[in-house]
């Protein structure tokens, strides 16, 4: 019985360090968006810059593969504002993200139409 427990344990401890490393916005993961690194101020050069890259990249890929990444990008985003306890978090990270996600995902709809 207590390996199983301790199995549980390693299973939902792997998971939870798993979703923290997840990319959610180009290279920027979960952790950075919910945890108290990098500051407000950081997070905002760095949504900057990888919105950038991100459009940049979209104009690249082709009309086929376009639908699979707004697919992705949905999944993303609903990774970052269903995370348990999320009322808890660093609200305005989070409204970040989402701000920054929006504009991209309005621009991958547009490459759709």
Do not use: W
């Not at 990888?50 to 990008?73: A, F, G, P, Y």
């Amino acid at each position: 019985m207590r390996y199983i427990k301790l199995n549980l344990y390693h299973y939902f401890t792997t998971k939870t360090l798993l979703e923290l490393n997840k990319k959610v916005f180009g290279n920027i993961m979960t952790q950075e968006i919910i945890g108290s690194e990098p500051s407000i101020a950081e997070i905002k050069i760095i949504f900057e810059k990888e919105l950038v890259n991100l459009l940049d990249k979209l104009k690249l890929i082709s009309k086929e593969n376009i639908q699979h990444i707004l697919e992705q990008q949905k999944i993303c985003e609903k990774h970052v504002n269903t995370r348990p306890g999320a009322m808890a978090l660093n609200q305005s990270k989070i409204e970040m993200f989402n701000e920054y996600n929006n504009k991209y995902l309005e621009k991958i709809k547009e490459r759709i139409d």
